[in-house]
């Protein structure tokens, strides 16, 4: 299914995608064109079925025409992924960039594996739509539901951390066969990744913030969610380095969303949250705290982070990013204990 688009049809598709009311005029402005010329565009878009229209004149809506529609069920038990992914996902990429397929090939298999190792349901549903802009693929099972699995596993509070730690990375509840890496980098590698679970649902997309959401609707077992762009210019290999150790070749850095440990209408004040932010920090040598969206922090979230676990595994390097100011106060207050209570051991020590 190969797509040539010219530079003024692929604007058009831009503009119905970001919605689809006055479509006509928006084009026109935007490419400097008169109005019946941009509605020629549109009507060639129409025709060759790559988008479809509602309505007449001024009323018309555009929107987008599924292009593949594709969706199978497998019992999960002896199922393989690559099996699924040939039969499935390959058939519709075939003819995108191989950057773009490579993306899919590992996004679709590692969340295929998922649902094959670590649901227990009896079926794993997968699913592709496709446009003429962007790929969804849908992995979805009815088993117990990876946020309630992971919070039975390590023992959580409540689902919503099992949220916080897969942001994370180096997540599994089966580290005999599996590393923690999939979602952690498929979601990084997607334009957009989503994982919905009974009432929660979690997203990732790139400069965009992480979030948690609760749903009215329950979402029985999980279901994952993935968009990319069909001409996406994102290399899979330039995502694992982002986060790998060059030298080494091991996943070592992470950078956490902390508003994802914010239940609403909290503030980060305790030990306790921070003593949550901090758990399995310890698997990686560069961690990245991201304090988008958080105004300001208690002293004590802010002392046991950058005092208490810093000073307790020096060969982490921590580095706060996105603060505001009264967060980055607060967090040069313990810096500076934390380098006092350094400089008085050392100085007790030479005595």
Known sequence: MSIDIDPISSRALRLIDQDGHRVGTRLAQAVGVSRQVANGYLQRLVQSGLAEAEGTTRARVYRLKALVADAQRFPREGLEEDVVWREVVAPHVADLPENVRNIWHYGATEMINNAIDHSGAPEVAVSVLRNALRTEVEVADAGEGIFLKIQHAFGLHDARESILELAKGKLTTAPQAHTGEGIFFTSRAMDRFEIESHHLRYSHAPQREDSIAEQALDVPGTRVRMWLDNDSQRQLREVFDDYTDPDEFTFDKTVVPLHLAQYE???????????????????????????????????????ELFRVFAAGHPNIRITPINTEPAVARMIKRAVAAREAQAAQRDGGNAV
């Open 265 to 303: 209408g909290e503030k980060l004040v305790s030990r306790s949250q921070a003593k949550r932010v901090s758990h399995r920090l310890e698997r990686f040598k560069r961690v990245e705290l991201d304090f988008t969206g958080i105004s300001e922090i208690g002293q004590a979230f802010a002392d």
